[in-house]
T-cell receptor, first 114, second 113 residues
Framework: GAVVSQHPSWVICKSGTSVKIECRSL??????MFWYRQFPKQSLMLMAT?????????EQGVEKDKFLINHASLTLSTLTVTSAHPEDSSFYIC??????????FGDGTRLSIL | QKEVEQDPGPLSVPEGAIVSLNCTYS??????FMWYRQYSRKGPELLMY????GNKEDGRFTAQVDKSSKYISLFIRDSQPSDSATYLC?????????????FGTGTKLQVIP
């Protein structure tokens, strides 16, 4: 149980384009989803917390207009990296929870901006 | 000072060895402690979830929490090559998945056949 699917797993795109990453909870309804960013040999850095039907709460230093988060249903949240640049290249991971259980993570999306 | 400190390793052990992974933390308000396993280019997988001080065992894995020392450990018995991964400790103040979780940087473990 508690399966979280993330898509795509790897994306390469040109600088200036926008990229959308999807996070789905497959067998449970996720009241809350989280988006993290992970650099090589570093810990997961929380970017934002997303509750279904409401605006995401962003961590300090994370640009809201750069990283658009939508949590339109209890099983789907999306992260859109707008006008992506090489410094946005990273490993993006989502997690989901019903609230009563620890977070369950997707397999991440490796984003490479050329 | 980071809230959670974890030796990045790498830690190399022979197959069958007992592995000890550790984290220290500075925030005495942390009450919920987790260990995640992360394979290369994959998301973290929850291994253990414990509350407050004490031990919890699950198969070959044992998690220990010493709140007085602000120190947590994960022991892996009879380690296998398939245990080779990065192990992340994590902790939160409150219960429930919606609580903000603070992660360590992870310890890379290699179990050599």
């Amino acid at each position: 149980g508690a399966v979280v699917s993330q898509h795509p797993s790897w994306v390469i795109c040109k600088s200036g384009t926008s990229v959308k990453i999807e996070c789905r909870s497959l067998d449970f309804q996720a009241t809350t989803m989280f988006w993290y960013r992970q650099f090589p040999k570093q810990s997961l850095m929380l970017m934002a917390t997303s509750n279904e039907g409401s605006k995401a709460t962003y961590e300090q230093g994370v640009e809201k207009d750069k990283f658009l988060i939508n949590h339109a249903s209890l099983t789907l949240s999306t992260l859109t990296v707008t006008s992506a640049h090489p410094e946005d290249s990273s490993f993006y991971i989502c997690s989901a929870t019903t609230g009563n259980q620890p977070q369950h993570f997707g397999d991440g999306t490796r984003l490479s901006i050329l | 000072q980071k809230e959670v400190e974890q030796d990045p390793g790498p830690l190399s052990v022979p197959e069958g060895a007992i592995v000890s992974l550790n984290c220290t933390y500075s925030n005495s308000a942390f009450q919920y402690f987790m260990w995640y396993r992360q394979y290369s280019r994959k998301g973290p997988e929850l291994l253990m979830y414990t509350y407050s001080s004490g031990n919890k065992e699950d198969g070959r894995f044992t998690a220990q929490v010493d709140k007085s020392s602000k120190y947590i450990s994960l022991f892996i018995r009879d380690s296998q090559p398939s245990d080779s991964a990065t192990y992340l400790c994590a902790m939160s103040v409150g219960s429930g998945g919606y609580q903000k979780v603070t992660f360590g940087t992870g310890t890379k473990l290699q179990v050599i056949p």
